[in-house]
């Protein structure tokens, strides 16, 4: 059974897209540690991070670093923090969070609850931000 992730990719389930190549997708977390927090994925459905290939691994860490330096920008903070959890989806993802301090990146924080309208404008405001 394909993950809720691979439904995102294919068009099944909506999201807030920013980004997207041949090979990798980024969208907003749908339950944000902060505005802007990201998502991002290969398109090819793999459960385990360091299950990709080397050329995989290596090509989502690039588009992972495109996204960030538009999160950033977007959302002015001191960094982007980046987590590899992957328990709760099985399908690779990175989450991109900006942050002030590492406390921002404790997932046992309240999440924002921000409207479809917010999450639209959040997309919208780092997509004007990449630079591919």
């Known amino acids: 059974m394909a993950s809720i992730f691979s439904k995102i990719v294919a068009g099944e389930i909506p999201s807030y897209r920013v980004a997207e190549t041949e090979k990798f997708y980024a969208f907003l977390d749908i339950n944000p540690l902060k505005k802007g927090h990201t998502l991002v994925i290969p398109k090819q459905e793999t459960d385990y991070y360091f299950d990709l290939s080397d050329e995989d691994l290596a090509g989502m860490q690039i588009f992972a670093r495109i996204i960030a330096k538009a999160i950033q920008k977007a959302f002015p903070c001191r960094k982007v923090g980046m987590a590899v959890l992957g328990l709760e989806v099985p399908h690779a993802h990175i989450h991109l969070v900006p ?9 046992s924080n309240p999440k924002l609850q921000l409207s479809p309208e917010e ?9 004007a931000n990449i630079e591919l």
């Open 99 to 107: 942050m002030e301090s590492e406390r921002d990146m404790l997932f």
């Open 119 to 127: 999450f639209q404008a959040i997309a919208a405001k780092i997509r």
